[in-house]
């Protein structure tokens, strides 16, 4: 699934009781003379607790906190120079679709909506601030990637607790809308091409047939794949499957419908979660000195704070 790293939006907040909160933009925190303003630090916090407004106004202590954070490193990348521009950012989502095998944008987006509950422009600007970061600690602070030896070590002594990875093929079918209709259609056809398999037909010609898959014109082969990195439904299936030659339950994934065919199975080896524990390590360092900075750049910082019995959380 999707990582988050400082995820933080300019917002506002008045310093008097929820129900007595006024309806125009009041200024709650100044960072170094950049206000803090009322009505995006409300739409922060429906995002972060899906609820519309907080039963105590210290609930908005830690939004508030991230926001000055999200201040704090829009004023050091602009003294750095540091720009992400919007093709890095689809670059980034680009990649993230990649490698959880999302086949569109428009698949994506209806994820980012139905998931998160927010709009893509504002999970864009979500990515925006986590890679503005991380290129902020990078060059300004100084944080150097793990060497694969660092990779393989954490690998030798965490190995147990990476379960198996499997060698599976998959026949996939997505809805092209969220209509009740379309839902029944590519449920029907998926169980359809179920039993037609159980019934003898070949997994491979079936899956070059119907599958929507990337892979499906191989069979449906997905290769070795850790069953940590697979959609968390189909990982449930999966997991239970214990034969070669096994076929699954039609699965409800998070973009479709699916059906699995094992092949093997096997110790989550360190070539296929290698990069997994680069980025992880890398990861871990990065919000180690981040919080390090963040409270020297606090310290140095003139921050006044209008909301009323805030306490830095």
Known sequence: MIKKLCIIIVTIVTAVPVFAWETFDRVIAVVNDTAIIQSELMRRYQIVTKKQTPKKLEELNPILDNLIERVLIEQEAQEQSIIISDEKVMSHINNIMKSQKIPSLDVFKKMIQEKEGISFEEYKEEIRQSLLTEMLVSLAIGVSP????????????????????????????????????????????????????????????????????????????????????????????????????????????????????????????????????????????????????????????????????????
């Open 146 to 313: 793990p060497s694969r030896d660092d990779a393989y070590q954490w690998y030798k002594e965490n190995k147990n607790k990476l379960g198996n990875e499997v060698y599976i093929k998959q026949i996939v079918i997505r809805p092209k809308n969220s209509s009740f209709a379309e839902e029944k259609r590519v449920n029907t056809l998926i169980n359809q091409i179920r039993e037609r398999i159980l019934k003898g037909e070949s997994f491979e010609k079936l899956a070059l047939q119907y599958s929507e898959d990337p892979g499906a014109k191989n069979g449906g082969d997905s290769g070795w794949i850790a069953l940590a990195e697979m959609d968390p439904y189909m990982a449930n299936t999966v997991f239970r499957m214990k034969k070669p030659g096994e076929i699954s339950t039609v699965i409800k994934t998070q973009t479709g419908y699916a059906i699995v065919k094992l092949m093997d199975s096997r110790p989550t080896s360190f070539e296929t979660v290698q990069n997994k524990i680069l980025n992880m390590l890398y990861q871990r360092n990065l919000g180690e000195q981040f919080k390090k900075w963040i409270v020297t750049r606090r310290a140095q910082s003139d921050i006044k704070i209008y909301l009323e019995n805030y306490r830095q959380s």
